[in-house]
């Protein structure tokens, strides 16, 4: 089953509300775009519009209504396979992030049996562009002809993938007009350089997510979910997931701890996503690794909170004293723009999109190990000064590089490129 994302469900939103944020080139570029892209017919197709649901669904609650107000006809569908696809997925996504275990012949199966019956569900559809989002629908142009030309965009971090899954996978990417990567180390060696493109994610500076809150706005919802606002907080937005490395996180606050009793750990991944069937494992491992320590929190499902997601991150995003994420792979990592956009002192993994957007030492620092964070938290805890500084320049930097109107302009260029190559 196939199911359209309707524009009800998607907030409004117009280009000229984010003039201030971009420089006039980049929008008259958008402006120029705009004019040449009017009409043509663009549909996205991933798995989850749900808020929290992971980087995919953010940025295309904001991506989907820009390009709309850029004039063209865009459509957003999600797809809804049937029993264990998802499983099958997660595989795939965790084998291209370099898990050793191999797709077992009957999981391609599944896959491939799968792909076929959903590409069924789309062929009545038309587009000048298809965007699929990552590896769940890769396989829909290669079972519906109708979805061309279609651009790839994989959102994972691609270091260093499984060989065997890149082998099994190679046919079908081929079948993509083009692929776009986070980061240039992301290509696969041998990949024409024709076909792939580079850029990056980025947030919305306009959702409630990312609007500016007062830190005593803040204070006061994590006080009503239990902690103690005199004392120091810690936290991890994330999908309870073991690439987001959630243990890692809460070993570092207990050596951290040690130095600076007052401080409490906030991990939040609210989980409403299908398409994510293991979060509810690493959720109660977490739950378990926390157990006898009272200032440690952990949100996980959104129906026993007061507060919606927006609101919940952006108070834990703006009222903690320390972000943290401590991913072992990470695609890009919005969870660090949006806190660093808060202008807080970010400690990410020494990985993936996270060394896109950390500088270490400039706006935040990069960790390879539980020790390192650990240290690098009670740094940042003790020297109020050296926080402010990281942080100023940490929303600098998103506002340069990782705003949306910059992903807006990326998509729009790519779009034109991708229709005039095909009247060639
Ligand atoms: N997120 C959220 N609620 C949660 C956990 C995460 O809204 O409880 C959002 C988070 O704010 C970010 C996105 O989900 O916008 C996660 O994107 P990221 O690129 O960090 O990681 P991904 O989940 O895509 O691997």
């Given at each position: 089953?196939?199911?359209?994302?309707?524009?009800?469900?998607?907030?409004?939103?117009?280009?000229?509300?984010?003039?201030?944020?971009?420089?006039?080139?980049?929008?008259?570029?958008?402006?120029?775009?705009?004019?040449?892209?009017?009409?043509?017919?663009?549909?996205h197709?991933n798995?989850?519009?749900?808020?929290?649901?992971?980087?995919?669904a953010?940025?295309?609650?904001?991506?989907?209504?820009?390009?709309?107000?850029?004039?063209?006809?865009?459509?957003?569908?999600?797809?809804?396979?049937?029993?264990?696809?998802?499983?099958?997925?997660?595989?795939?996504?965790?084998t291209?992030?370099?898990?050793?275990?191999?797709?077992?012949?009957?999981?391609?199966?599944?896959?491939?049996?799968?792909?076929?019956?959903?590409?069924?569900d789309?062929?009545?559809?038309?587009?000048?562009?298809?965007?699929?989002?990552?590896?769940?629908?890769?396989?829909?142009?290669?079972?519906?002809?109708?979805?061309?030309?279609?651009?790839?965009?994989?959102?994972?971090?691609?270091?260093?993938?499984?060989?065997?899954?890149?082998?099994?996978?190679?046919?079908?990417l081929?079948?993509?007009?083009?692929?776009?990567?986070?980061?240039?180390?992301?290509?696969?060696?041998?990949?024409?350089?024709?076909?792939?493109?580079?850029?990056?994610?980025?947030?919305?500076?306009?959702?409630?997510?990312?609007?500016?809150?007062?830190?005593?706005?803040?204070?006061?919802?994590?006080?009503n979910?239990?902690?103690n606002?005199?004392?120091?907080?810690v936290?991890?937005?994330?999908?309870?997931?073991?690439?987001?490395?959630?243990?890692?996180?809460?070993?570092?606050?207990y050596?951290?701890k040690?130095?600076?009793?007052n401080?409490?750990?906030?991990?939040?991944?609210?989980?409403?996503?299908?398409?994510?069937?293991?979060?509810?494992?690493?959720?109660?491992?977490?739950?378990?690794?926390?157990?006898?320590?009272?200032?440690?929190?952990?949100f996980?499902?959104?129906?026993?909170?007061q507060?919606?997601?927006?609101?919940?991150?952006?108070?834990?995003?703006?009222?903690?004293?320390?972000?943290?994420?401590?991913?072992?792979?990470?695609?890009?990592?919005?969870?660090?723009?949006?806190?660093?956009?808060?202008?807080?002192?970010?400690?990410?993994?020494?990985?993936?999109?996270?060394?896109?957007?950390?500088?270490?030492?400039?706006?935040?620092y990069?960790v390879?190990?539980?020790?390192?964070?650990?240290?690098?938290?009670?740094?940042?805890?003790?020297?109020?000064?050296?926080?402010?500084?990281?942080?100023?320049?940490?929303?600098?930097?998103?506002?340069?590089?990782?705003?949306?109107?910059?992903?807006?302009?990326?998509?729009?260029?790519?779009?034109?490129?991708?229709?005039?190559?095909?009247?060639?």
């Open positions: 089953m196939i199911e359209k994302v309707e524009d009800s469900q998607i907030t409004e939103r117009k280009i000229k509300s984010y003039k201030h944020f971009m420089k006039p080139e980049l929008w008259s570029e958008i402006q120029m775009l705009a004019v040449k892209l009017k009409g043509k017919k663009i549909i197709v798995t989850t519009s749900h808020r929290g649901g992971g980087g995919v953010e940025i295309l609650h904001s991506l989907v209504p820009l390009m709309q107000d850029a004039g063209l006809e865009v459509e957003w569908w999600k797809i809804r396979p049937g029993h264990d696809f998802f499983e099958v997925t997660k595989n795939i996504h965790n291209l992030q370099g898990d050793k275990v191999d797709l077992t012949p009957a999981e391609k199966k599944l896959y491939l049996a799968e792909s076929k019956k959903l590409a069924r789309f062929e009545a559809l038309s587009a000048d562009t298809w965007i699929i989002h990552d590896p769940q629908p890769l396989l829909l142009p290669h079972f519906a002809k109708n979805i061309q030309p279609a651009i790839l965009r994989l959102h994972i971090d691609l270091s260093k993938p499984n060989q065997k899954t890149w082998k099994f996978l190679q046919p079908f081929d079948e993509y007009k083009r692929i776009i990567f986070s980061r240039h180390e992301y290509v696969f060696p041998g990949f024409s350089s024709k076909k792939a493109e580079v850029f990056s994610p980025a947030i919305d500076p306009l959702t409630a997510k990312n609007e500016p809150m007062k830190k005593e706005a803040a204070r006061m919802i994590l006080e979910l239990g902690m606002p005199e004392k120091l907080i936290a991890q937005v994330s999908r309870f997931d073991v690439w987001k490395d959630p243990l890692g996180v809460i070993r570092a606050y050596l951290a040690k130095e600076i009793p401080l409490q750990l906030v991990l939040v991944g609210l989980t409403l996503a299908a398409d994510d069937p293991e979060a509810r494992e690493v959720y109660e491992k977490v739950k378990k690794y926390a157990r006898g320590d009272a200032d440690i929190f952990a996980y499902n959104p129906r026993e909170l507060y919606d997601n927006n609101t919940l991150i952006n108070a834990v995003q703006t009222g903690s004293d320390v972000i943290i994420q401590k991913s072992l792979k990470e695609g890009f990592g919005l969870t660090v723009t949006e806190a660093m956009w808060k202008k807080k002192a970010v400690i990410g993994g020494n990985v993936g999109g996270i060394k896109l957007q950390i500088r270490n030492g400039f706006n935040g990069l390879d190990s539980e020790e390192e964070c650990a240290e690098r938290i009670v740094k940042i805890l003790k020297d109020k000064k050296l926080a402010s500084l990281l942080g100023k320049r940490a929303k600098e930097s998103v506002q340069e590089h990782f705003l949306a109107p910059r992903l807006l302009r990326d998509y729009l260029k790519l779009i034109a490129e991708t229709i005039s190559a095909r009247k060639v």
